[in-house]
């Protein structure tokens, strides 16, 4: 099981510690590190920060939303970062939900998800291959356009620029069975949400057959601290805002999720104080049970102890999320 650092996304500002930490976890022998984008910072310019002051550690976005950009932008993205750090670019892509496409991007949020994702991973590597100009007659993402707003003078082309790996890893953060089912059909890898190694049914059948060198690369807060309690506070006021605030009251993909895990009653109470506006409530209702299987807090003789539940499971990229230098080096230890 490979090691990487997931840096997250800005909060008010940029963090002083992100580079740094990319650093130390190149120097300790983390595969990749990780950034992500919601309605604040994007995910490739940091990315592209760390790259030109690192040289092994490989480069993810988990997640870039697909909202933010048509694919063939996306693709831009990835084949100029992959060329700028010498091969070390892999593309995380989700489709986020509806309150922020609609809400932060103006756009509709596609109601086949399904389809809207299948097309476009389809012209991503279209793109990437560069075989032939893109060319796809879609629901939601046609090329060329041919939708009745449009002139109809949109000509077919393919890149200027020759990427540099056509097989550039695409992965994917699918929370739904059906959705995960396709990830393991199309893409290169998969960015769980609330990784729980006792609970892997929760995502569907689709784990029991994963392709060959399939990509399975869950995000964890992991924290090397003597008191449990507080160490698992910053992952119940995660929860308490994904589960009670990122997402519509009927249409929550993370509570969704929550509830698919055992925790469906939790779940619901979560949002309605979130929705409430008894914010601190909502991040106490969050069970420590909860927050405890999918991250992996405590002293250093129970991280190591229950590492090897995630070892056993279909995990293989950890992706350590928020840790600071000694955790980063209490993790690389337990790992050799």
């Not at 890149?159 to 994917?172: F, K, Q």
């Not at 049914?201 to 507080?230: H, W």
Request: charged share 25%.
């Amino acid at each position: 099981m490979r090691l990487g650092l997931a840096l997250g996304y800005w909060g008010r500002g940029p963090s002083a510690d992100h580079v740094p930490l990319a650093q130390e976890a190149e120097r300790l022998g983390y595969d990749s590190v990780w950034t992500a984008e919601s309605w604040g910072s994007d995910a490739f310019t940091p990315l592209t920060w760390i790259a030109a002051q690192t040289s092994r550690i490989r480069l993810g976005t988990a997640v870039a939303q697909m909202a933010a950009r048509s694919p063939t932008t996306t693709a831009m993205h990835a084949l100029t970062l992959d060329h700028l750090s010498g091969g070390r670019m892999m593309l995380g892509l989700g489709l986020s939900g509806p309150q922020v496409v609609e809400g932060w991007y103006g756009r509709p949020f596609p109601k086949s998800p399904l389809t809207a994702t299948r097309e476009y991973v389809d012209v991503v590597r279209q793109v990437l291959g560069r075989k032939a100009p893109v060319a796809l007659d879609g629901r939601f993402h046609s090329h060329p356009y041919r939708g009745e707003d449009g002139t109809g003078l949109g000509k077919v082309l393919k890149p200027i620029t020759h990427p540099l790996r056509p097989d550039l890893p695409i992965l994917l953060g699918a929370e739904g069975p059906k959705n995960v089912a396709q990830t393991t059909r199309i893409a290169d890898g998969w960015l769980p949400l609330y990784w729980s190694p006792s609970r892997p049914d929760a995502y569907g059948p689709a784990l029991e057959e994963i392709p060959e060198n399939f990509l399975v690369a869950p995000m964890a807060r992991v924290k090397v601290c003597d008191d449990l309690a507080e160490g698992l506070l910053p992952v119940k006021a995660m929860l308490g805002f994904y589960i009670g605030g990122m997402g519509h009251a009927a249409r929550n993909f993370h509570a969704d999720l929550m509830a698919r895990m055992g925790y469906e009653e939790e779940a619901r109470r979560i949002q309605r104080l979130f929705l409430d506006g008894r914010r601190e409530e909502a991040v106490l209702a969050v069970p420590d049970a909860f927050a405890d299987e999918i991250s992996l807090v405590g002293p250093r003789e129970r991280i190591a102890e229950r590492l090897e539940l995630w070892r056993k499971g279909p995990v293989t990229d950890l992706l350590a999320l928020a840790p600071d230098p000694h955790t980063l080096r209490v993790l690389a230890e337990l790992s050799t």
